[in-house]
């Protein structure tokens, strides 16, 4: 993680040179008065580098209550979980809505991050929101992340006006990782059997595909061996503690033992059968199963709707694939602009703001790249899902059509997600254009999948891409 | 959940007596409860109120948002509730002197609950009481009309922001409201000033000429002048039985009453059920809303009194460094942030003490000069009662507007934070944005509760319009097609909403090129918006 990060901050600074030479040579090339549009939107939004959220407000005046200050009785989120409801009849509750004609209401997959000091937990629960009038922030300025007209906080001390009383790293360290003594080990497992959950109740409820049965792929069990087994009798090494307890249970069971104050262990009597060794078994040795990229597209027209609508979306995927792997699987997060990095857990995927430009040749790239290095191809089934809005600097798809083509010889199945931003009008995207004149959709109809959805989509719809995407 | 030992309540008691010498008003019953953090689980989605009626949102994560606190009017881990008696929740490891403090807090908030005029219409009943009434009305119809209840339970909540919280205080406030309009009231209140251009030299010319009937006719001086503006206004009777007939309209800005009064679908005979379903969640809303709005200075007397009564109670000598880390905790200000006791208890001691002075009163204020100001004292000693007046005549946005003054500010060299980042480093830096008590009292004015407010009528065709009065500030857009889904369903038909939408404005180019000090300049300009809801479909069109 930190060698990405220190590469990101050398990145920052010669960034909008090399945006701009990349933009020139483009347009050398020859561009189209939509192209340059596009280009030139997302340029404006370069002048800052990825950045993590904004950090984040000082409690609200009405966080502050009693039982916390006075008491430090609030009781965990992640506890709470006990105390809810079914999940199941949650979402029959859930299903009855949309019958009775009113839209669903429990949300999946959104991401709770309880807890104070850096002791973060993930976790994935349903979870609502009651919607009311209430007064918003002039959007633009909530999702640029910069310093706008933003109200202050309140502050108390020295200092003169103008001067800077503390600062704060932009990106926040990644707590969740190494967490406290005996966390870190929970916290990923509340994550891992609540996403595989909610993998059970999606592929359940909402009718999501059952994986089929590969014949063709290597059985990907494998074997250890392994002295773990007892045996009695025989066996590699002899397990003394064991031993003595079963040649104490014998002499109670043969009433040679009166007083167990003072045992004579010269007086024992030892049978064969009481000899216990530890004895080379087979062990099944599971190895993950499957390895899913997640691809995100964090380019600058990404800003709000589909960002979420993507995001959201992987976690679903996420979960599904864990359920149907029973937790075997593996996932890589790969962000792009025109560069494309790796990054190591969800929250660090999560969580990224968007900037920058678009060249989706990169990320695949970088996927085929890793993929070869790791040899990832022999051992599993390797699914990748690709987010993004749909606009390409590169317009004819030129450098990402062959990457594609790379991909889809090794890949189980790639899904590209397209949540249209709504800057273009109407018109089809960059990479819905160039993946359909591909020819691939048809040719590699198996392996390849394309999902193209409006910014306005809802919950529903999210999930419906899933089934297009993974069926 | 179980009651505190009776060695705890003993101690209760002491601390009751001690609050009372000093001043404090409130009832002699109280119940103090243990929890578990088991029984927290279960309150807390209840908003501390053990009888509230149940919800099926209750038993999921709600989205804790930032702007959670303009979702729900209250506070899920209140310490005590306003009931009668009052109930407190107490852990039940504290030691004696903690609970000693916790118990001054706790009476400190009884006494404002019992006290500040805000909560006058919660002053007549016992909520308690009364939640659990609702809670089995709603289960009892639960058990006829399945989860239909639920629905508009659902629905009522999407509103139930939208309550006329001040229309019920004014109400209250006035002793008979309820004088019919006489003819003379129509002639001068109404008839006199219709019109774009009534005149104010006629209106004074009526005025004088009936107080002159009045004087030479003592006896039937009024009867002679109503005979006068009959004759001369033919039409003027008529106006007036028309007016007199016509209902006085209810919730023109309370959503939920507005509906209950006039909704032709919650009016008919098979869905009056809903009716009391919704008087349920609106009399639950307006029980909150003073809580809300009181939250500064309910916790800053609260504050102010465990301070004052803990260190003046002699049976916890000894605890005096125990009490100094736990209060300071609880009652100083973050450096970044705004602590409400912190900044509650300050003001009402920084007040106490200008009232002792003097400060307060007109002589102080017409001292221009400095220096006299500072040492101007006349030992008036009427701090205490000063306090206690705003104890019960304020809520948080009349004491932020009328105490927080540049002296206070300088005193706790308080301002307002900024926030910026440093790109060379990588940060995000806070500095010092201002220390001009205009600001700071625009930040803390700017972070408290306000729902919007909406104008609602009916048109002739049935279609319910909802005027947002705006603000400055827009409506959260994701919300707003849920909240007209559950108004239509209430309503029965069209629901019309008129409300201002940013239109960001293009970031001037120049200004990017100039280095990093210059930010880019953002203007919004404000469109009004109609949103439309007809059979489920929510469309949004330009209204302008």
Same mark, same amino acid.
């Given at each position: 993680?930190?060698?990405?990060?220190?590469?990101?901050?050398?990145?920052?600074?010669?960034?909008?040179?090399?945006?701009?030479?990349?933009?020139?040579?483009?347009?050398?090339?020859?561009?189209?008065?939509?192209?340059?549009?596009?280009?030139?939107?997302?340029?404006?939004?370069?002048?800052?580098?990825?950045?993590?959220?904004?950090?984040?407000?000082?409690?609200?005046?009405?966080?502050?209550?009693?039982?916390?200050?006075?008491?430090?009785?609030?009781?965990?989120?992640?506890?709470?979980?006990?105390?809810?409801?079914?999940?199941?009849?949650?979402?029959?509750?859930?299903?009855?809505?949309?019958?009775?004609?009113?839209?669903?209401?429990?949300?999946?997959?959104?991401?709770?991050?309880?807890?104070?000091?850096?002791?973060?937990?993930?976790?994935?629960?349903?979870?609502?929101?009651?919607?009311?009038?209430?007064?918003?922030?002039?959007?633009?300025?909530?999702?640029?992340?910069?310093?706008?007209?933003?109200?202050?906080?309140?502050?108390?001390?020295?200092?003169?006006?103008?001067?800077?009383?503390?600062?704060?790293?932009?990106?926040?360290?990644?707590?969740?990782?190494?967490?406290?003594?005996?966390?870190?080990?929970?916290?990923?497992?509340?994550?891992?059997?609540?996403?595989?959950?909610?993998?059970?109740?999606?592929?359940?409820?909402?009718?999501?595909?059952?994986?089929?049965?590969?014949?063709?792929?290597?059985?990907?069990?494998?074997?250890?061996?392994?002295?773990?087994?007892?045996?009695?009798?025989?066996?590699?090494?002899?397990?003394?503690?064991?031993?003595?307890?079963?040649?104490?249970?014998?002499?109670?069971?043969?009433?040679?033992?009166?007083?167990?104050?003072?045992?004579?262990?010269?007086?024992?009597?030892?049978?064969?059968?009481?000899?216990?060794?530890?004895?080379?078994?087979?062990?099944?040795?599971?190895?993950?199963?499957?390895?899913?990229?997640?691809?995100?597209?964090?380019?600058?027209?990404?800003?709000?709707?589909?960002?979420?609508?993507?995001?959201?979306?992987?976690?679903?995927?996420?979960?599904?694939?864990?359920?149907?792997?029973?937790?075997?699987?593996?996932?890589?997060?790969?962000?792009?602009?025109?560069?494309?990095?790796?990054?190591?857990?969800?929250?660090?995927?999560?969580?990224?703001?968007?900037?920058?430009?678009?060249?989706?040749?990169?990320?695949?790239?970088?996927?085929?790249?890793?993929?070869?290095?790791?040899?990832?191809?022999?051992?599993?089934?390797?699914?990748?899902?690709?987010?993004?809005?749909?606009?390409?600097?590169?317009?004819?798809?030129?450098?990402?059509?062959?990457?594609?083509?790379?991909?889809?010889?090794?890949?189980?199945?790639?899904?590209?997600?397209?949540?249209?931003?709504?800057?273009?009008?109407?018109?089809?995207?960059?990479?819905?254009?160039?993946?359909?004149?591909?020819?691939?959709?048809?040719?590699?109809?198996?392996?390849?999948?394309?999902?193209?959805?409006?910014?306005?989509?809802?919950?529903?719809?999210?999930?419906?891409?899933?089934?297009?995407?993974?069926? | 959940?179980?009651?505190?030992?009776?060695?705890?309540?003993?101690?209760?008691?002491?601390?009751?007596?001690?609050?009372?010498?000093?001043?404090?008003?409130?009832?002699?019953?109280?119940?103090?409860?243990?929890?578990?953090?088991?029984?927290?689980?279960?309150?807390?989605?209840?908003?501390?109120?053990?009888?509230?009626?149940?919800?099926?949102?209750?038993?999921?994560?709600?989205?804790?948002?930032?702007?959670?606190?303009?979702?729900?009017?209250?506070?899920?881990?209140?310490?005590?509730?306003?009931?009668?008696?009052?109930?407190?929740?107490?852990?039940?490891?504290?030691?004696?002197?903690?609970?000693?403090?916790?118990?001054?807090?706790?009476?400190?908030?009884?006494?404002?609950?019992?006290?500040?005029?805000? =909560?006058?219409?919660?002053?007549?009943?016992?909520?308690?009481?009364?939640?659990?009434?609702?809670?089995?009305?709603?289960?009892?119809?639960?058990?006829?009309?399945?989860?239909?209840?639920?629905?508009?339970?659902? =629905?009522?909540?999407?509103?139930?922001?939208?309550?006329?919280?001040?229309?019920?205080?004014?109400?209250?406030?006035?002793?008979?409201?309820?004088?019919?309009?006489?003819?003379?009231?129509?002639?001068?209140?109404?008839?006199?000033?219709?019109?774009?251009?009534?005149?104010?030299?006629?209106?004074?010319?009526?005025?004088?000429?009936?107080?002159?009937?009045?004087?030479?006719?003592?006896?039937?001086?009024?009867?002679?002048?109503?005979?006068?503006?009959?004759?001369?206004?033919?039409?003027?009777?008529?106006?007036?039985?028309?007016?007199?007939?016509?209902?006085?309209?209810?919730?023109?800005?309370?959503?939920?009453?507005?509906?209950?009064?006039?909704?032709?679908?919650?009016?008919?005979?098979?869905?009056?059920?809903?009716?009391?379903?919704?008087?349920?969640?609106?009399?639950?809303?307006?029980?909150?809303?003073?809580?809300?709005?009181?939250?500064?200075?309910?916790?800053?007397?609260?504050?102010?009194?465990?301070?004052?009564?803990?260190?003046?109670?002699?049976?916890?000598?000894?605890?005096?460094?125990?009490?100094?880390?736990?209060?300071?905790?609880?009652?100083?200000?973050?450096?970044?942030?705004?602590?409400?006791?912190?900044?509650?208890?300050?003001?009402?001691?920084?007040?106490?003490?200008?009232?002792?002075?003097?400060?307060?009163?007109?002589?102080?204020?017409?001292?221009?000069?400095?220096?006299?100001?500072?040492?101007?004292?006349?030992?008036?000693?009427?701090?205490?009662?000063?306090?206690?007046?705003?104890?019960?005549?304020?809520?948080?946005?009349?004491?932020?507007?009328?105490?927080?003054?540049?002296?206070?500010?300088?005193?706790?060299?308080?301002?307002?934070?900024?926030?910026?980042?440093?790109?060379?480093?990588?940060?995000?830096?806070?500095?010092?944005?201002?220390?001009?008590?205009?600001?700071?009292?625009?930040?803390?004015?700017?972070?408290?509760?306000?729902?919007?407010?909406?104008?609602?009528?009916?048109?002739?065709?049935?279609?319910?319009?909802?005027?947002?009065?705006?603000?400055?500030?827009?409506?959260?857009?994701?919300?707003?097609?849920?909240?007209?889904?559950?108004?239509? =369903?209430?309503?029965?038909?069209?629901?019309?909403?008129?409300?201002?939408?940013?239109?960001?404005?293009?970031?001037?180019?120049?200004?990017?090129?100039?280095?990093?000090?210059?930010?880019?300049?953002?203007?919004?300009?404000?469109?009004?918006?109609?949103?439309?809801?007809?059979?489920?479909?929510?469309?949004?069109?330009?209204?302008?």
């Amino acid at each position: 993680m930190r060698g990405t990060r220190s590469k990101a901050d050398q990145m920052a600074e010669p960034v909008m040179n090399t945006l701009q030479e990349l933009y020139r040579s483009l347009e050398a090339r020859g561009l189209s008065p939509e192209q340059r549009q596009v280009i030139e939107r997302e340029l404006g939004q370069t002048e800052h580098e990825h950045l993590y959220a904004p950090p984040p407000p000082a409690p609200s005046l009405y966080a502050y209550n009693d039982l916390d200050v006075l008491q430090q009785m609030v009781p965990s989120p992640v506890a709470s979980m006990l105390a809810y409801q079914t999940l199941d009849h949650l979402l029959q509750r859930d299903l009855q809505r949309e019958k009775d004609g009113f839209p669903r209401k429990i949300r999946m997959g959104k991401l709770v991050k309880p807890g104070r000091d850096g002791d973060d937990k993930v976790v994935v629960i349903p979870t609502t929101v009651e919607e009311k009038f209430i007064h918003g922030q002039i959007r633009e300025e909530s999702e640029g992340g910069e310093e706008g007209e933003e109200p202050g906080e309140g502050g108390i001390g020295e200092g003169e006006e103008g001067e800077v009383i503390g600062e704060q790293p932009v990106h926040e360290e990644q707590g969740g990782g190494e967490g406290g003594p005996g966390q870190g080990q929970g916290g990923a497992h509340e994550l891992e059997s609540t996403i595989y959950d909610l993998g059970r109740v999606l592929t359940e409820q909402f009718a999501l595909p059952n994986l089929k049965d590969k014949g063709k792929k290597r059985s990907l069990t494998r074997y250890a061996y392994d002295l773990t087994d007892r045996n009695r009798g025989f066996g590699q090494i002899l397990d003394k503690k064991a031993t003595l307890r079963q040649v104490i249970l014998t002499n109670i069971g043969l009433q040679r033992l009166g007083n167990l104050d003072r045992i004579d262990t010269g007086n024992l009597i030892i049978s064969p059968r009481d000899r216990v060794y530890r004895i080379l078994s087979k062990e099944k040795d599971y190895e993950s199963q499957a390895v899913v990229f997640f691809v995100r597209d964090y380019s600058g027209s990404m800003a709000g709707k589909p960002t979420e609508l993507v995001v959201n979306q992987h976690v679903l995927i996420y979960a599904w694939l864990t359920y149907q792997y029973q937790n075997q699987v593996t996932t890589r997060f790969i962000l792009h602009d025109t560069e494309a990095k790796e990054v190591d857990n969800f929250q660090a995927y999560y969580s990224m703001q968007v900037a920058g430009g678009t060249q989706v040749a990169s990320a695949y790239r970088l996927v085929n790249q890793i993929v070869v290095e790791e040899e990832l191809a022999r051992d599993y089934n390797i699914y990748i899902f690709h987010g993004t809005d749909g606009d390409d600097w590169d317009t004819y798809g030129e450098e990402a059509v062959p990457e594609l083509e790379k991909m889809l010889v090794y890949a189980s199945r790639v899904g590209i997600t397209i949540a249209e931003n709504g800057f273009a009008g109407s018109t089809r995207s960059e990479v819905e254009k160039y993946v359909t004149k591909s020819g691939l959709l048809e040719s590699k109809k198996e392996l390849l999948r394309l999902d193209v959805m409006s910014k306005d989509s809802t919950e529903a719809r999210v999930i419906e891409g899933i089934k297009i995407l993974i069926s | 959940m179980e009651l505190i030992s009776q060695h705890a309540k003993r101690i209760m008691e002491g601390c009751k007596n001690r609050a009372r010498e000093a001043g404090l008003r409130f009832q002699d019953e109280t119940l103090e409860y243990i929890v578990t953090n088991r029984d927290l689980l279960e309150l807390s989605p209840k908003i501390m109120i053990p009888t509230l009626y149940d919800y099926w949102v209750q038993d999921v994560e709600v989205l804790r948002e930032s702007g959670r606190y303009e979702l729900y009017p209250n506070n899920p881990y209140e310490t005590v509730i306003n009931t009668r008696p009052p109930i407190s929740y107490y852990n039940d490891n504290n030691p004696d002197w903690l609970n000693v403090m916790i118990f001054y807090h706790v009476i400190g908030h009884i006494d404002f609950f019992q006290n500040n005029l805000f =909560f006058r219409h919660t002053w007549d009943y016992d909520f308690n009481s009364r939640a659990l009434a609702d809670k089995r009305l709603i289960a009892k119809l639960r058990s006829e009309k399945g989860r239909w209840v639920d629905y508009v339970i659902e =629905f009522s909540r999407a509103i139930d922001n939208l309550v006329g919280y001040f229309d019920l205080l004014a109400d209250l406030g006035q002793e008979e409201s309820d004088r019919s309009l006489s003819m003379l009231d129509y002639y001068f209140d109404i008839f006199l000033q219709r019109g774009p251009r009534s005149s104010i030299s006629l209106y004074s010319k009526e005025i004088d000429r009936f107080n002159r009937m009045l004087r030479e006719y003592p006896e039937d001086g009024e009867t002679r002048f109503l005979k006068t503006i009959t004759e001369k206004h033919a039409e003027l009777e008529a106006l007036y039985t028309k007016k007199a007939k016509e209902k006085k309209v209810v919730g023109r800005c309370d959503l939920l009453q507005f509906l209950m009064e006039y909704s032709p679908f919650l009016n008919r005979e098979e869905n009056q059920w809903m009716l009391m379903v919704m008087e349920v969640i609106r009399s639950t809303s307006l029980y909150f809303q003073p809580q809300i709005r009181t939250k500064i200075l309910n916790e800053g007397w609260a504050s102010y009194w465990h301070e004052q009564l803990f260190l003046g109670d002699d049976r916890i000598k000894g605890h005096e460094v125990d009490f100094a880390i736990v209060n300071a905790k609880v009652t100083s200000m973050p450096r970044v942030g705004l602590n409400p006791y912190a900044l509650g208890m300050r003001l009402f001691q920084y007040l106490e003490e200008r009232a002792d002075k003097g400060k307060t009163g007109l002589e102080y204020f017409q001292t221009t000069d400095r220096d006299q100001r500072r040492s101007f004292d006349r030992a008036t000693g009427k701090g205490r009662d000063y306090i206690f007046h705003i104890r019960e005549n304020y809520c948080d946005s009349m004491f932020i507007n009328s105490f927080l003054d540049q002296d206070f500010i300088d005193l706790h060299r308080l301002f307002v934070v900024g926030k910026r980042m440093n790109k060379e480093k990588m940060t995000w830096q806070y500095y010092v944005r201002s220390r001009k008590a205009v600001d700071y009292k625009q930040m803390v004015a700017d972070s408290l509760y306000h729902p919007p407010r909406l104008e609602v009528n009916a048109t002739d065709n049935n279609i319910l319009v909802l005027n947002h009065i705006f603000e400055g500030k827009p409506l959260v857009r994701d919300f707003i097609s849920g909240v007209m889904l559950a108004v239509e =369903f209430l309503w029965g038909g069209e629901v019309h909403l008129f409300t201002s939408d940013p239109i960001p404005v293009k970031v001037d180019q120049e200004n990017e090129a100039q280095g990093k000090e210059e930010k880019p300049k953002r203007t919004t300009s404000w469109k009004r918006f109609r949103y439309a809801v007809k059979e489920g479909k929510v469309t949004r069109t330009l209204a302008e």
